[in-house]
């Protein structure tokens, strides 16, 4: 049973943008935190930004503070990662995460569901 659908990746050139979406069953976002990671190509997976339920607090990785921007809509259940200035370093699969509390964490291991993927690649 699919729980997180992520959408919006592709290829881009370096100083573009890119919106990814994640599409969340209700149970599983509704009162619940929210995290983007990503794996790049021969690294481990890295945490990207993490938001609470509510959606006023987040947190980011050094690496994108500035760039990229974690929000999302609980109407819709749906949680969004608008990335600005990308870097050929941004390439990666980002994956969208939920956990079973309210608040936003950076580990993955405190993350309990995960989506399949989505490609980002940027070229320079």
């Known amino acids: 049973q699919v729980q997180l659908v992520e959408s919006g990746g592709g290829l881009v050139q370096a100083g573009g943008s890119l919106r990814l979406s994640c599409a969340a069953a209700?149970?599983?976002?509704?009162?619940?935190?929210m995290g983007w990671f990503r794996q790049g190509p021969g690294k481990e997976r890295e945490f990207v930004a993490g938001?609470?339920?509510?959606?006023?607090?987040?947190i980011y990785a050094d690496s994108v503070k500035g760039r990229f921007t974690i929000y999302r809509d609980n109407a819709a259940n749906t949680l969004h990662l608008q990335m600005n200035s990308l870097q050929p370093e941004d390439t990666a699969v980002y994956y969208c995460?939920?956990?079973?509390?309210?608040?936003?964490?950076?580990?993955?291991?405190?993350?309990?569901?995960w989506g399949q993927g989505t490609q980002v690649t940027v070229s320079s």
């Open positions: 995460a939920s956990h079973e509390r309210t608040s936003a964490y950076s580990r993955d291991y405190e993350y309990n569901y």
């Open positions: 209700e149970r599983i976002f509704s009162y619940h935190g």
């Open positions: 938001i609470n339920w509510s959606g006023d607090y987040t």
